[in-house]
């Protein structure tokens, strides 16, 4: 007979708080539930602040955090799901970064802590209250955690940064736009 200690009531609990919150903002994304704006709607703002293509954009954000947070709740392949959430907020973090760090200006205060919640049940585990666990941890193998959170980090960083040059070579574009401009007004 197996004894539960608070270890494995913490993870239970931490799995499906933070697995909840990203999985009901993902439905949000994929399906325009709890007032969300689907697929459309997100990938609009997907390609306002630079992810391009949106909706392909929107559809991988939504299935790293509906997938992954779903995964965390159930305590389910538990590396490769917390290291996809974390990889989703750490692309939704690098959008609020600019307004600082507290979220009531917008800032990436949210996002942090939940990629940073899902970060560390991937490393910690799901604790015995788990499906990864009932099933003899196959999915959940020590060599698992580096390899999800090193894959995750490798593609994360391929994408904030190919929107970040995006982001770079549309303000240039736009400097050079209104010293045109200027340079057509008063004839410098």
Known sequence: M???DRRDLGLLLL??????????????????W???HGI??????????????GKASATAAGL??????????????T????????GGMAGAATVHAPNGFFNQEGGFEY????????????????GRLSLDHALGHVFDRGWMVPTALGATAAVTALVVGARNRRLDRAEKDEQAG????????FGE
């Open 2 to 4: 197996s004894v539960y």
């Open 34 to 36: 709890f007032g969300g």
């Open 79 to 86: 590396p490769a799901a917390g290291a996809a959430a974390a």
């Open 178 to 185: 209104l010293f045109d401009e200027q340079e057509a007004l």
């Open 111 to 126: 996002a942090a802590t939940l990629g940073l919640a899902a970060a560390g049940l991937a490393v910690a585990g799901p």
């Open 64 to 77: 790293a955090e509906a997938g992954g947070g779903t995964l965390l709740a159930l305590g389910l392949a």
């Open 15 to 32: 799995r499906l708080g933070a697995g909840g919150v990203l999985a009901a903002h993902g439905t949000q994304k994929l399906f325009g």
């Open 40 to 53: 459309e709607g997100t990938g609009q703002f997907m390609e306002s602040v630079g992810y391009k293509p």
